[in-house]
């Protein structure tokens, strides 16, 4: 039997084309949020103008960094995503806080609050099952919160099989989504059954817009999974960019018929605070057995984003160990060199807990502001890499520089001081962690737990 490889020794593998790394943006990005943000949004606007106004300022967000993300990308084609870029650009510290931010915030958040949402939407399919109702009497622990951590668990399992296997499965996600929505607008759109005059009408709004660009922002999240793949693409100058903006764009598009349809088909009196807005357009569109089958279709389409994230997460715990700047274990692969089956593992048990608790709304605060922060950071530093000597030529540069970074960047910022403002608690939380990371890194530091990653400084 051949011995098992030492974690230092062990590398990811390039098994990844374009398609499958686009592939991964596109799963990663619609699930939970374009399902579930449209009625927060629309409540915050007011009517369905504004609201379509806020989801194309989040689709130019989500544009404007895709663009800077594949000129990183194509500079620095490892496995890592924000951390690898902080790290090399501003240092260790940094790199580390977006690593630290990115296994509470970036995935297993996001993980938790995608299950949750895929089992509301299952839920729909099962005659009678409420999955609000306590799994015991005696403990504060949902159904669907215990379904979701189960899905969670299954995932985790799957995927630790390694990245050429996870490509496939989420190739046919992909086209299951894209399909899925594409049918579901025409479908909708040919019933009749709706009202165009939903576009523009609507009540006065909450007036939280900036809030509820936080909250686009969350749907739109995923648009720069392909990085955190960069150390597994074949030919990652070609293919990293098509992915990260082919994505997107092709996202943006879904996103705003979506949108439309759902504005299409729910009066401005039937919009509330839900989180199943999907099933309730469909079932106004095509009666109860229609939001039946819609609403499966929309489960398996919030299945991707967990199953994309689930993927990607590790891969920024890998590169912090392979740094020193993680546990050791995080950089263990599985069998064959396969996955980062350790980082995998601990990922899904902070999902878990955080699925348990069954917290949605503020879940989605929490991440978007967290994200939104070490998104802007990590813009920024196409200021600093466009002023270093290329080793090559073949890069992609961002369209509009430097006027591209400045506006995501300041929007960002406006969006941020808003949502402290307005949502103080799940924001605050995004600080709080941050904060701890830097309490964690000092402490590993002087401890002698944490190396030193090839950045420029600490």
Same mark, same amino acid.
């Given at each position: 039997?051949?011995?098992?490889?030492?974690?230092?020794?062990?590398?990811?593998?390039?098994?990844?084309?374009?398609?499958?790394?686009?592939?991964?943006?596109?799963?990663?990005?619609?699930?939970?949020?374009?399902?579930?943000?449209?009625?927060?949004?629309?409540?915050?606007?007011?009517?369905?103008?504004?609201?379509?106004?806020?989801?194309?300022?989040?689709?130019?967000?989500?544009?404007?960094?895709?663009?800077?993300?594949?000129?990183?990308?194509?500079?620095?084609?490892?496995?890592?995503?924000?951390?690898?870029?902080?790290?090399?650009?501003?240092?260790?510290?940094?790199?580390?806080?977006?690593?630290?931010?990115?296994?509470?915030?970036?995935?297993?958040?996001?993980?938790?609050?995608?299950?949750?949402?895929?089992?509301?939407?299952?839920?729909?399919?099962?005659?009678?099952?409420?999955?609000?109702?306590?799994?015991?009497?005696?403990?504060?622990?949902?159904?669907?919160?215990?379904?979701?951590?189960?899905?969670?668990?299954?995932?985790?399992?799957?995927?630790?099989?390694?990245?050429?296997?996870?490509?496939?499965?989420?190739?046919?996600?992909?086209?299951?989504?894209?399909?899925?929505?594409?049918?579901?607008?025409?479908?909708?759109?040919?019933?009749?059954?709706?009202?165009?005059?939903?576009?523009?009408?609507?009540?006065?709004?909450?007036?939280?817009?900036?809030?509820?660009?936080?909250?686009?922002?969350?749907?739109?999240?995923?648009?720069?999974?392909?990085?955190?793949?960069?150390?597994?693409?074949?030919?990652?100058?070609?293919?990293?960019?098509? $992915?990260?903006?082919?994505?997107?764009?092709? *996202? =943006? %598009?879904?996103? @705003? &018929? /979506?949108?439309?349809? #759902?504005?299409?088909? +729910?009066?401005?009196?039937?919009?509330?605070?839900?989180?199943?807005?999907?099933?309730?357009?469909?079932?106004?569109?095509?009666?109860?057995?229609?939001?039946?089958?819609?609403?499966?279709?929309?489960?398996?389409?919030?299945?991707?984003?967990?199953?994309?994230?689930?993927?990607?997460?590790?891969?920024?715990?890998?590169?912090?160990?392979?740094?020193?700047?993680?546990?050791?274990?995080?950089?263990?692969?599985?069998?064959?060199?396969?996955?980062? $089956?350790?980082?995998?593992?601990?990922?899904? *048990? =902070? %999902?878990?807990? @955080? &699925? /348990?608790?069954?917290? #949605?709304?503020?879940? +989605?605060?929490?991440?978007?502001?967290?994200?939104?922060?070490?998104?802007?950071?990590?813009?920024?530093?196409?200021?600093?890499?466009?002023?270093?000597?290329?080793?090559?030529?073949?890069?992609?540069?961002?369209?509009?520089?430097?006027?591209?970074?400045?506006?995501?960047?300041?929007?960002?910022?406006?969006?941020?001081?808003?949502?402290?403002?307005?949502?103080?608690?799940?924001?605050?939380?995004?600080?709080?962690?941050?904060?701890?990371?830097?309490?964690?890194?000092?402490?590993?530091?002087?401890?002698?737990?944490?190396?030193?990653?090839?950045?420029?400084?600490?």
């Amino acid at each position: 039997m051949r011995a098992e490889q030492e974690p230092s020794t062990q590398e990811l593998r390039r098994a990844l084309g374009a398609w499958h790394a686009t592939a991964f943006v596109v799963t990663s990005m619609v699930g939970t949020g374009i399902f579930t943000v449209p009625a927060f949004v629309k409540l915050a606007t007011g009517n369905g103008i504004a609201a379509l106004g806020v989801w194309i300022v989040g689709a130019g967000l989500a544009l404007s960094g895709a663009f800077c993300y594949a000129a990183l990308a194509t500079r620095m084609p490892e496995a890592g995503g924000e951390y690898h870029y902080l790290s090399r650009v501003y240092g260790p510290l940094w790199g580390f806080l977006s690593g630290w931010i990115s296994f509470f915030a970036g995935f297993a958040a996001p993980i938790a609050a995608a299950s949750l949402a895929t089992v509301e939407y299952a839920a729909a399919m099962v005659p009678g099952w409420n999955p609000q109702e306590r799994l015991v009497a005696s403990l504060p622990v949902t159904q669907g919160a215990a379904a979701a951590a189960a899905l969670v668990a299954t995932l985790a399992s799957v995927h630790s099989r390694g990245v050429r296997a996870s490509g496939r499965v989420q190739g046919m996600l992909a086209l299951l989504v894209i399909g899925t929505i594409v049918a579901f607008v025409i479908a909708g759109i040919a019933s009749g059954r709706g009202d165009w005059r939903g576009i523009v009408g609507g009540s006065e709004g909450t007036g939280m817009w900036w809030v509820a660009l936080i909250q686009v922002s969350y749907a739109y999240a995923g648009w720069n999974t392909a990085a955190y793949l960069a150390g597994e693409v074949i030919d990652p100058p070609r293919t990293l960019p098509r $992915a990260l903006i082919g994505g997107t764009l092709l *996202v =943006v %598009a879904l996103y @705003l &018929a /979506l949108n439309l349809l #759902f504005l299409y088909a +729910l009066p401005a009196d039937a919009w509330t605070p839900t989180i199943t807005v999907g099933h309730l357009a469909a079932e106004r569109l095509f009666g109860p057995v229609g939001a039946r089958v819609v609403s499966a279709m929309v489960a398996l389409c919030i299945l991707g984003t967990v199953s994309s994230s689930t993927v990607a997460g590790p891969r920024v715990y890998y590169a912090m160990a392979r740094d020193g700047l993680g546990p050791a274990a995080f950089r263990r692969l599985g069998e064959r060199g396969s996955a980062p $089956a350790w980082g995998t593992a601990a990922q899904a *048990v =902070v %999902a878990i807990v @955080l &699925a /348990l608790t069954g917290a #949605f709304e503020a879940l +989605l605060v929490y991440v978007g502001s967290a994200l939104l922060l070490f998104g802007a950071l990590t813009v920024a530093a196409v200021y600093v890499v466009g002023r270093e000597p290329l080793s090559h030529g073949d890069i992609f540069r961002v369209p509009g520089y430097p006027v591209t970074p400045a506006v995501f960047v300041g929007l960002v910022l406006v969006a941020w001081a808003y949502g402290l403002q307005e949502r103080p608690l799940p924001t605050s939380a995004a600080l709080l962690t941050i904060a701890g990371g830097i309490v964690a890194y000092r402490v590993g530091r002087g401890f002698g737990w944490l190396g030193h990653s090839p950045g420029r400084g600490s």
